[in-house]
């Protein structure tokens, strides 16, 4: 089965590239004959619905429409409630999956204030802790690019302040004007105070920040 799972109203929901629909027993249903597949994924073949209701009874399964539109429709003995628990299941995954692909940005300038570098460091962690890889940018403007002693000292900084919650496995490089470093987020210890930011931002909104003078 594909990862993918969407529900589409009571009961249906995404098998491969079909709708998969419970046929509850007693329901009407209008076709006289399906395809059948049992249990273990073989093909039956054209059978009566009758027949394939009472194989369904005899399996102690559910009866499943997984492609209505074919002819005769094409129906499937099965679990129904684990089909959509092990979609959920994957769906959860798919999530985090994009979740962690995402990557946040926070800019710096090696001329920031304490209370600047706290708040875009929280900023940082926080995003960490959602599980999201963070680009730490510090940009050089005008005779700046003269100090840039001064900005991989500020970079050595801020990856110690961060190595409980992200980690790197790259050396920062200087591209063009801007010391560039990534970061990728490690599991918050349990019991570990999450730190607080100033100004909170929408999750799933890529953020650019340089507010320094």
């Known amino acids: 089965?594909?990862?993918?799972?969407?529900?589409?109203?009571?009961?249906n929901y995404l098998e491969g590239n079909h709708i998969a629909k419970l046929i509850k027993p007693g329901e009407a249903f209008p076709h006289r004959?399906?395809?059948?597949?049992?249990?273990?994924?073989?093909q039956v073949g054209i059978v009566?619905?009758?027949?394939?209701?009472?194989?369904?009874?005899?399996?102690?399964?559910?009866?499943?429409?997984?492609?209505?539109?074919?002819?005769?429709?094409?129906?499937?003995?099965?679990?129904?409630?684990k089909l959509v628990f092990e979609q959920k299941k994957n769906l959860k995954a798919q999530k985090k999956n994009n979740v962690t692909?995402?990557?946040k940005e926070i800019q710096f300038h090696i001329n920031i204030d304490t209370h600047d570098y706290e708040?875009?460091?929280?900023?940082?962690?926080?995003?960490?802790?959602?599980?999201?890889?963070l680009k730490i940018a510090l940009s050089f403007r005008g005779r700046e690019m003269q100090h840039q002693d001064i900005g991989f000292q500020l970079i050595a900084k801020i990856t110690a302040d961060l190595a409980e919650y992200g980690a790197t496995?790259?050396?920062?490089?200087?591209?063009?004007?801007?010391?560039?470093?990534?970061?990728?987020?490690t599991k918050q210890q349990k019991?570990?105070?999450?730190?607080?930011?100033?100004?909170?931002?929408?999750?799933g909104e890529e953020i650019i920040d340089s507010t320094e003078e």
């Open 101 to 103: 692909q995402k990557v």
């Open 191 to 203: 019991g570990k105070a999450k730190p607080k930011t100033q100004d909170d931002s929408e999750e």
């Open 48 to 81: 009566s619905y009758v027949d394939a209701r009472k194989r369904t009874v005899e399996a102690r399964l559910d009866l499943v429409l997984v492609a209505d539109k074919s002819t005769p429709p094409v129906c499937r003995i099965m679990d129904f409630g």
């Open 169 to 185: 496995d790259e050396v920062p490089k200087l591209n063009g004007r801007t010391i560039i470093i990534h970061f990728n987020p």
């Open 1 to 11: 089965m594909a990862g993918l799972f969407r529900q589409v109203r009571n009961n």
């Open 33 to 42: 004959e399906v395809r059948l597949i049992d249990a273990e994924g073989e």
């Open 119 to 133: 708040t875009k460091l929280n900023r940082g962690i926080e995003f960490l802790e959602k599980g999201y890889k």
